[in-house]
Nanobody, 124 residues
């Protein structure tokens, strides 16, 4: 399975952006991570295969939303009220192991496949 992320770009503070990640094959739990300049990679949101269960980092809980369309093998990250500190490379990742349809992987080492990253720059 390969992942292709897209949707990054330049956006003004307060604006919105939607990232997409298309998988070349079936994947189960999926997540979005980011790594900003001089920062460690962090998990922003994750979603179960069923789409019913989700996880969000506290830093984005009220602003970002993760969703998926299994008919298109695609996961999305809707980002609202963007701030300059959201500037980072955003990565999608997939867990290729099915534990249960509602399982949400929340640790980096649970993910088997990573996308190439898409840069989001938020200007002030």
């Amino acid at each position: 399975v390969q992942l292709q992320a897209s949707g990054g770009g330049l956006v003004q503070a307060g604006g919105s952006q939607r990232l997409s990640c298309v998988a070349s094959g079936r994947s189960f739990g999926m997540g979005w991570f980011r790594q900003g300049p001089g920062k460690e990679r962090e998990l922003l949101g994750a979603i179960s295969w069923s789409g019913i269960s989700t996880f969000y980092a506290d830093s984005v809980k009220e602003r970002f939303a993760i969703s998926r369309d299994n008919s298109k093998n695609t996961v999305y990250l809707q980002m609202n009220s963007l701030k300059p500190e959201d500037t980072a490379v955003y990565y999608c990742a997939a867990d290729l192991t099915l534990y249960s349809s509602n399982y949400v992987p929340t640790k980096s080492d649970e993910y088997d496949v990573w996308g190439q990253g898409t840069l989001v720059t938020v200007s002030s």
